[in-house]
């Protein structure tokens, strides 16, 4: 079996900060993502929102460089919440799990990007750099 995500996405709000009672910090944000699809002879777009749950390490450098706007790539898997609501109702969320996390652009007011590699005992990440036009080729 395989559960992977890897999706681009904008920021929609500034993440929230968490701990386990282990004191592992957990970090949580949600980013849009928008699909431009053609029908007949017009372009139409559609917005899906996904939220987004990192631990550890990584939540530790998100946390304090991310914020609302930023354009990021997160490479992840998917994992369902469920549980009983106070009515006695089942409920259910899927949200996705980061493994790593690359900032693409940042909000226009934040200058550009400088290159920042992760430190060597990180885990899980990608070092923070601009994509080139290589990078855009899909292998597919």
């Not at 890897?6 to 592992?24: E, M, Q």
């Not at 699909?35 to 007949?40: A, E, L, M, Q, T």
Request: no cysteine; charged share 35%; proline share 6%.
């Amino acid at each position: 079996m395989l559960n992977k995500v890897l999706i681009i996405g904008h920021l929609v709000r500034d993440p929230i900060i968490n701990y386990l009672p282990s004191g592992t910090q957990v970090v949580e944000f949600s980013i849009a993502y928008n699909r431009r699809f053609r029908v007949n002879d017009e372009w139409r777009e559609e917005t899906h929102f996904f939220d987004v749950r990192a631990y550890g390490r990584l939540a530790e450098d998100l946390g304090t460089r991310l914020s609302k706007g930023y354009m990021v790539v997160i490479e992840g898997s998917l994992r369902q919440d469920r549980w009983v609501d106070k009515e006695g109702r089942p409920q259910s969320k899927v949200r996705i799990v980061a493994s790593a996390v690359r900032i693409i652009r940042k909000p226009k007011a934040e200058g550009p990007i400088e290159e920042e590699v992760l430190p060597e005992d990180t885990e899980v990440g990608f070092e923070e750099r601009p994509f080139s036009s290589e990078d855009d080729e899909l292998p597919f």
